[in-house]
């Protein structure tokens, strides 16, 4: 965990603890980041931070959530299927909780051209295990929310499943400190079983996440809007291609009923 007065450099941000608040760049997405913090704790949803304010240097103010996040390799509880079982009730919460806010009409995020429409939710954005804070055994919650965006349950499912199974191929598994032989196929079932879903639905919903994902870098990197210029120069859509090509490749494998594959 942070230590009070440190800070802690993301691949797009670097915060600052103070106390028991961490302070965030804002932007001109931070209006509705905060009107949905700010509803997910009048639903007594408290598995996110809460969001306190702007302070004299134009930062958020947001709630620290004690514990610690979960870099590589991953923490022991995460390697099993306890962390990814209690990912997946935190999403299903998360879900329930996000089902009845409706975001401001004139809302802007920070992903440019995104529109809500009814029947979407606001999804995280960015959900992978290192937005994952935990104390010991137990899941604290996520934090990082600047990219949440109109989108689907299934997008965020799409990525859960894509980080935590991973779907990404041996050498992400490896790095996480999984044993060998992995079981990707294994861990997306406990993903799915504990959220209440179908694998192969999960599974379709990564591949057209992740083409959409490369098609967004390409075009707003090629555009030098940041941090997409920044992924694209650091080689993320040519990762991103092999990680179609290892999907492809091994899908059916994935799952039990294959003739629902996309």
Not at 6 to 34: D, F, H, K, L, M
Not at 70 to 98: C, Q
Not at 138 to 155: K, Y
Not at 192 to 203: Q, W
Request: charged share 25%; net charge negative.
């Amino acid at each position: 965990m942070i230590t009070d007065g440190g800070t802690a450099q993301g691949s797009v941000n670097v915060v600052r603890r103070i106390g028991e608040t961490i302070r965030r760049p804002s932007g001109p997405w931070t209006p509705v980041v905060r009107s949905l913090l700010e509803h997910l704790a009048d639903v007594g949803f408290t598995a996110a931070p809460r969001f306190l304010g702007i302070d004299s240097e134009g930062r958020e103010i947001l709630s620290l959530l004690r514990g610690e996040v979960a870099l590589r390799p991953w923490p022991a509880v995460l390697r099993g299927e306890d962390g990814i079982r209690s990912i997946a009730t935190w999403l299903r919460d998360y879900h329930a909780a996000v089902a009845g806010f409706t975001p401001p009409a004139d809302a802007v995020w920070r992903v440019p051209g995104q529109t809500w429409t009814a029947g979407q939710i606001v999804r995280h954005g960015d959900l992978g295990p290192w937005n994952s804070v935990w104390r010991g055994a137990d899941l604290v919650g996520f934090i990082d929310w600047d990219f949440a965006e109109p989108g689907s349950t299934w997008d965020d499912l799409a990525q859960l499943a894509l980080y935590l199974a991973p779907l990404r191929g041996d050498e992400h598994a490896r790095a996480a400190g999984l044993a060998e032989p992995t079981d990707p196929r294994g861990r997306l079932e406990s993903l799915c079983d504990a959220y209440g879903c179908e694998p192969v639905a999960v599974l379709n919903a990564v591949e057209a996440l992740q083409r959409r994902e490369a098609d967004r870098i390409a075009t707003l990197g090629a555009q030098g809007l940041e941090p997409w210029n920044s992924f694209a120069r650091r080689g993320d859509l040519e990762k991103m291609t092999a990680e179609l090509a290892w999907l492809a490749d091994n899908k059916r494998q994935l799952v039990r009923d294959n003739a629902k594959l996309a």
